[in-house]
């Protein structure tokens, strides 16, 4: 998640990062849910320079819905970026909502047709017609709390060349109507054997808090690992399994490490995976989220329609080929500096808990759309209920080149990825 602050109001509202949502939205003071009775609203009592539509707008999850009027305002982002940004005043939120710590979303997606939702340009593009950024892409990177850096981290405009060593390893992004970041799988696997799985794509969703995939392919990975057991869509591995998981992207393949795909205790003794067998779209698509990216740092860049990855070295990768073969790292396109403008802001946070009886994926992996709905979101939250230990405490972050600034923004609530 990541502080921001709208128009002439000094609250500070909490909006998810959400790679697979194109739409940006906020909890509306004129909303009477119980869900937004649990978190801040905004409305034209907090800003004297809000500006709201007569357009009406309404996205619907598997696991609930938002909807109510479109408006604009001045959106305040790690003190330096403040541009005019079109986003939704959520008059009706589902109950659903009320165990997540989140007071909107902030829709990073490739941009989406379908109608009824917010038919606006979404952040990044009025970052870059506004000449805040020189470059259409942003770095994430995501911190656990199991390492204890809390140092999670967005930067708009170019890439943190301190978070990755080498080059970054950039894939095409697959074309579709519905603003996924979605690229070719090489492979899968773990222990260091690979299954030699062809034709699947991931969504790359900092949306989501698992690890989704049909359940075949779910099935043959964990038959990689000793003592897992199935239930459904949910497995069940030993705590004490050091067995990496693995995907190929391209020439390289990443681990993932147990501190993120071994999740909580049982009451039977052994431990819930975090890679979840449930098709959420096509026999062939993953919904890969914050257990991978965990593992990485991720490059979404919107002029060359390519997602990237980069690790640090000693990380989790193993290239089959030389670095100097991979796309060289954030090379801006068209002309523009190799070195443009950006923002870094940081995302701090801490990892939260399933809600009690969570042992089934569906009590806190985020929101699914629902398949008749015609979201083309495939998870508008991954925060589970927040736990009683959720950090107060923010981050001091490094810029991204020289001339670069550096915001710090704290957030004293859970952060998106659970399980960690």
């Given at each position: 998640m990541v502080a921001v602050?709208?128009?002439?109001?000094?609250?500070?509202?909490?909006?998810?990062?959400?790679?697979?949502a194109s739409n940006t939205w906020v909890m509306s003071e004129?909303?009477?849910?119980d869900a937004c009775g649990r978190h801040n609203t905004f409305g034209e009592g907090d800003s004297s320079t809000l500006k709201i539509e007569d357009t009406t707008f309404s996205i619907t999850y598997g696991t609930g819905s938002v909807s109510g009027t479109i408006a604009s305002d001045t959106v305040h982002i790690?003190?330096?970026?403040s541009p005019t940004l079109t986003f939704?005043?959520?008059?009706?939120?589902?109950?659903?909502?009320?165990?997540?710590?989140?007071?909107?979303?902030?829709?990073?997606?490739?941009?989406?047709?379908?109608?009824?939702?917010?038919?606006?340009?979404?952040?990044?593009?009025?970052?870059?017609?506004?000449?805040?950024?020189?470059?259409?892409?942003?770095?994430?990177h995501l911190s656990r709390t199991a390492d204890g850096t809390n140092d999670g981290e967005l930067n708009f405009g170019s890439v943190n060349k301190d978070r990755f060593d080498g080059d970054i390893n950039y894939l095409s992004a697959v074309?579709?109507?519905?603003?996924?970041?979605?690229?070719?799988?090489?492979?899968?696997?773990?222990?260091?054997?690979?299954?030699?799985?062809?034709?699947?794509?991931?969504?790359?969703?900092t949306g989501t808090s698992f690890i989704l995939m049909p359940e075949p392919d779910a099935v043959a990975l964990h038959k990689l690992i000793d003592g897992s057991t199935q239930s459904g869509e949910t497995f069940t591995v030993p705590c004490d399994t050091d067995k990496a998981?693995?995907?190929?992207?391209?020439?390289?393949?990443?681990?993932?490490?147990?501190?993120?795909?071994?999740?909580?205790?049982?009451?039977?003794?052994?431990?819930?995976?975090?890679?979840?067998?449930?098709?959420?779209?096509?026999?062939?698509?993953?919904?890969?989220?914050?257990?991978?990216?965990?593992?990485?740092?991720?490059?979404?860049d919107f002029d060359n329609a390519k997602v990237g990855f980069g690790v640090q070295s000693g990380g989790d990768s193993e290239p089959e080929e030389s670095a100097s073969t991979l796309s060289p790292t954030a090379t801006a396109s068209g002309g523009e500096s190799s070195s443009p403008t950006s923002t870094t802001v940081m995302a701090t946070g801490t990892d939260t808990a399933a809600p009690t009886g969570g042992a089934s994926a569906t009590a806190g992996q985020g929101f699914q759309p629902s398949p008749t709905s015609g979201t083309a979101n495939p998870s508008a939250a991954a925060a589970g209920e927040p736990s009683a230990s959720a950090s107060a405490e923010g981050g001091v972050g490094r810029a991204s080149t020289p001339s670069a600034c550096s915001f710090a923004l704290?957030?004293?609530?859970?952060?998106?990825a659970l399980f960690g």
């Open positions: 602050t709208i128009g002439s109001s000094q609250e500070e509202y909490h909006l998810l990062l959400d790679s697979a004129d909303c009477g849910t790690g003190g330096s970026l939704g005043l959520a008059t009706n939120v589902s109950s659903e909502f009320s165990s997540y710590p989140m007071d909107g979303i902030l829709g990073i997606g490739r941009g989406d047709t379908v109608s009824g939702t917010i038919e606006a340009p979404q952040l990044i593009n009025v970052l870059s017609s506004s000449n805040l950024i020189d470059a259409k892409l942003y770095g994430v074309d579709n109507d519905d603003g996924f970041w979605e690229i070719p799988i090489a492979d899968a696997g773990a222990d260091s054997t690979l299954l030699s799985l062809a034709s699947r794509s991931a969504i790359i969703d998981l693995q995907i190929k992207f391209g020439s390289v393949t990443y681990d993932v490490s147990t501190k993120d795909w071994v999740g909580g205790t049982l009451d039977t003794g052994g431990c819930k995976s975090n890679v979840i067998g449930r098709q959420t779209f096509g026999e062939t698509q993953w919904l890969v989220g914050d257990v991978f990216l965990k593992n990485v740092y991720t490059v979404f704290s957030i004293a609530l859970g952060l998106l």
